[in-house]
């Protein structure tokens, strides 16, 4: 299904999900360290044939990937992701810490926050990684403490005051600005609370799994320090300072005032672990839907993106966006209104987003912002695939959140060594540009209910058959979802 330009776009798409990850590694398993004070070579292990058990590579940081390449490469590259968690593990065997953008076998502290605890919690849920999982989960354990890669902000290398932590654990958010002055990049203290608590409910998850009651339950309740930058006045997340007063003369359409690459109208939104909890703050989900649903209005009069390129972003002309699908802080919030009991509002402007956004074939038409080395094309290839994860896939089974597809068919080839059958098939029945609304969805011919599929269900391989229409589903279909929603 789909046009030409529509399949030809979408394997370009799938293409981009591998770039900018590079093996450093050579045929022997030896590999540049520079974790150290001095430059070393390093040596993968062998298995019984003398060969490495895995490659060693180089990444971009994994900041935005639970969105994208954490879910992606799960379905179709479950090889690559697997390598990938060993190569950062090995990392924090040389250097100590497990990275979030490691480059020429070193750590470039790039970003914020703790970003590979989602996308190694997600593996280890999806079965590719089995052995070791105490040892994992003490080294990441290890970012979010005193000492680990969150007290750094982006590009800190030399110090650890930029990323505000030791606040966030002592008054559960990070001011803004940092008393200590400036250090590194990205030192907006709304953002990185969000994204600290976001990062602490992923690594809960795993120390649910492994039976770590009380860690679970500290981790846990930070995750909750987003209310405290949530300002009821305005509606909106807010920087604070150190004395808990909030930033002056407000506005939430300012970019990169206590938000990372982003302004408050695009951050507000990044709850990925409690969007029910997000609109409960918000007056309930039918306001919160409303609020939500205004902001894509006004930004699909600027084409949900702040301009063509990454670094016009803070131009006056673009800067005042309130959704941007050119970088990643607000790449999901076409999907949260699955979560707030509006399916059909997810479907409707995953549609927009995609045509608009990601149907072109040269960069002036759909690699708009920050393509940043295949997590914008990842993000494509799900949405037109009609499958999302909010919360990175770290749930004991993850869950994928339905949208919907562009084509009529597609078919995800399950690798044999990791999943049990060969083939998993999207089937869109009636499927158009007007027969956009998903009005029931049939599980190798069993209803599924509440616009959501378990992993373990698409891996043990089938047919979901999605029957479109041009009108949204009925009141009771979508109050179903809002219960599911709260569930």
Known sequence: ???????????????????GRRIISDANGAYPDNTGAAFRVGQLPLDENGKPKFNHYNS???????????????LVYPEIKKEFVYSLLQYQKDGGMIPRGPSGGNYTFVMTGSSSTPFIVSAIQEGLITEDLEDIYKALKKNHMLGGIMERAGYEHKTNFGGGFKYYVENGFVPYPIPEGEFGGH??????????????????QLAKRL???????????????????YDSSTGWMRPKNLAGEWYENFDPYQHRVGFVEANSAQATWFVP????????LMGGQELAAEKLNKQFETAETMGFTAGTSHDVEEHPEYRRIPINYGNQPSIQTAYVFNEIGRPDLTQYWTRKVVKKTFSGLSPSTGYNGDEDQGLMGSLAVLMKMGLFQMNGGVDED???????????????????????????????????DENLYVNDMLL????????????????????????MSNTPSSEEDVRTAQINANR
């Open 60 to 74: 971009d940081s994994f900041w935005g990937a639970q969105w994208t390449i954490n879910t992606l490469w799960g």
């Open 1 to 19: 299904g789909g046009s030409e330009t529509d399949r030809k776009r979408f394997y370009t798409d799938l293409w981009h999900a591998l770039q």
């Open 211 to 229: 039976g770590h009651t009380n860690d679970y339950k500290y981790f846990l309740r930070r995750s909750g320090n987003f209310k405290n930058v």
């Open 398 to 432: 993850p869950e994928y959140q339905i949208g919907s597809p562009i084509f009529d068919k597609i078919s995800i080839e399950l690798n044999p060594d990791y999943y049990t059958n060969p083939t998993f098939v999207i089937e869109s029945v009636n499927n158009s």
């Open 187 to 204: 030192q907006d203290g709304a953002g990185q609370t969000m994204e600290y608590a976001y990062q602490d409910w992923t690594l809960a």
């Open 273 to 280: 672990h409690d969007l029910p909890g997000l609109a409960k």
């Open 444 to 467: 190798d011919d069993l209803p599924l209910q509440g616009y959501v599929i378990r992993h373990s269900q698409i891996t043990k391989g089938g047919k979901l058959v999605l029957q």
